[in-house]
């Protein structure tokens, strides 16, 4: 399994950012898949998550400003990441579990500037 994320950067504070996660070497159509960032010295933490039927979970921070998606023929997922604020800096990587491993691509840095 392998999980390939990309789309981050630098944004000034009310920007947006679109992340996007290629997958590979997994049945992609039925599996959830996450969105997980983390920020040094703190526990890595459920961003978004949509199901294979595409019903969709959001942190309470990102509601109204997140939106995951998915392309089932493409295998990929996108995070797209709206009115991004200074807390919203961290690593976000893409996530899925596949018989019952927890699978994690490299992760891609989001800096968002106030």
């Known amino acids: 399994v392998q999980l390939q994320a990309s789309g981050g950067g630098l944004v000034q504070a009310g920007g947006s950012l679109r992340l996007s996660c290629k997958a590979s070497g997994i049945n992609f159509g039925i599996k959830a898949m996450n969105w997980h960032r983390q920020v040094p010295g703190k526990e890595r933490e459920l961003v978004a998550a949509?199901?294979?039927?595409?019903?969709?979970n959001y942190a309470d921070s990102v509601k109204g400003r997140f939106a995951i998606s998915r392309d089932n023929v493409k295998r990929m997922v996108y995070l797209q990441m709206n009115s991004l604020k200074p807390e919203d800096t961290a690593v976000y990587y893409c996530n899925t579990q596949n018989w019952g491993n927890d699978y994690w691509g490299k992760g891609t840095q989001v800096t968002v500037s106030s």
């Open positions: 949509i199901s294979r039927d595409r019903d969709t």
